[in-house]
Nanobody, 115 residues
Framework: QVQLVESGGGLVQAGGSLKLSCAAS????????MGWYRQAPGTEREIVAG???????NYADSVKGRFTISRHYAKNTVYLQMNSLKPEDTAVYYC?????????WGQGTQVTVSS
């Protein structure tokens, strides 16, 4: 049984920072991907950033230069440092882990940025 435990969401003013963490535990085989998605009300879930075997990158143009993803391999943990937050970053942020057998999602953590 694989578990993903997310933390770090909350309410912050525009221009502020938050750091999300996602710790994966359980029986995993050859992790292929660890990363973050987000979903705002009335929109589809979109990828924010992710880490594969060759490295980590921000996929969403809207967060480049503001968000940084990193991964601690030994701890099976992925982080998302979010700086210069904007109201449009408000969403539920989901951790996703994919190994050779399956894809796993976290329960989601709410990030709310007030103007």
């Amino acid at each position: 049984q694989v578990q993903l435990v997310e933390s770090g969401g909350g309410l912050v003013q525009a221009g502020g920072s938050l750091k999300l963490s996602c710790a994966a535990s359980g029986s995993m085989f050859s992790i292929i991907f660890m990363g973050w998605y987000r979903q705002a009300p009335g929109t589809e879930r979109e990828i924010v950033a992710g880490c594969t075997g060759v490295g980590c990158t921000n996929y969403a143009d809207s967060v480049k230069g503001r968000f940084t993803i990193s991964r601690h391999y030994a701890k099976n943990t992925v982080y998302l440092q979010m700086n210069s937050l904007k109201p449009e970053d408000t969403a539920v942020y989901y951790c996703k882990v994919q190994d050779a057998r399956a894809t796993y999602w976290g329960q989601g953590t709410q990030v709310t940025v007030s103007s």
